[in-house]
């Protein structure tokens, strides 16, 4: 079945440190990927996505690009904040399907 | 725009006992969603409704878990009777429609713990 497998966790960074978290799939077809973004006490937000190969999703300095012939899409951020402490999951729905398949979370921590 | 409403946000109970969930979805969704996220795990889908329809229950525990959906706005998650492995957050998430690209917009969660 499809699933997403992402870097482990922690990772605890200084602030404007560049930042990245590897995610690879395994789906048939082209599914669409997301990475989502989970703060301290609030819901799941969607960061970005990317709905076919070669697309990059970009939002709030995060990039993703969407890489077919290494089923990846890892997210990078050239300078963190503080602020950008929190929980991120990447994720991806099938082709022709509604739901979505997480990975595990990767835990952030940034450093003043 | 008001987001996803969930309530409790917290919940202990012993094992064996029932426990129930409640979720408001963002006003004019058709579609919201049930998912069990265990620690350490991403968040798994257990049901989703369109408006007061299951479209899928496949990996919903039907012999413990219970969800419906009157009127196709509000939601209620149930358990009973309670295990241990359930303890986990339960999301719930609401998009306009399924098909094609719609967001899921999640709520804050209910950290279930049974003890």
């Known amino acids: 079945g499809d699933s997403v497998t992402q870097m482990e966790g922690p990772v605890t960074l200084s602030e404007e440190a560049f930042l990245t978290i590897n995610c690879t799939y395994t789906a048939t077809g082209y599914p669409s990927l997301f990475w989502y973004v989970q703060y301290p006490g609030e819901g799941l937000q969607l960061l970005l996505k990317a709905t076919k190969a070669d697309d990059k999703g970009s939002n709030k300095g995060f990039e993703a690009t969407y890489r077919k012939e290494t089923t990846s899409f890892h997210l990078e951020k050239g300078s963190v904040q503080v602020s950008d402490s929190a929980v991120y999951f990447c994720?991806?729905?099938?082709?022709?399907?509604?739901?979505?398949?997480f990975g595990a979370g990767t835990t952030v921590t940034v450093r003043a | 725009e008001a987001g996803v409403a969930q309530s409790p946000r917290y919940k202990i109970i012993e094992k064996r006992q029932s426990v129930a969930f409640w979720c408001n979805p963002i006003s004019g969704h058709a579609t919201l969603y049930w998912y069990q996220q265990i620690l350490g795990q991403g968040p798994k889908l257990l049901i989703q409704?369109?408006?007061?329809?299951?479209?899928?229950d496949s990996q919903l525990p039907k012999d413990r878990f219970s969800a419906e959906r009157l009127k196709g706005v509000d939601s209620t998650l149930k358990i009973q009777p309670a295990k241990l492995e359930d303890s986990a957050v339960y999301l719930c998430?609401?998009?306009?429609?399924?098909?094609?690209?719609?967001?899921?917009?999640f709520g804050p969660g209910t950290r279930l713990t049974v003890l």
């Open positions: 998430a609401s998009s306009l429609v399924a098909k094609g690209y719609n967001e899921q917009f």
């Open positions: 994720a991806l729905r099938a082709t022709n399907d509604y739901k979505l398949s």
């Open positions: 409704f369109q408006n007061n329809g299951v479209v899928d």
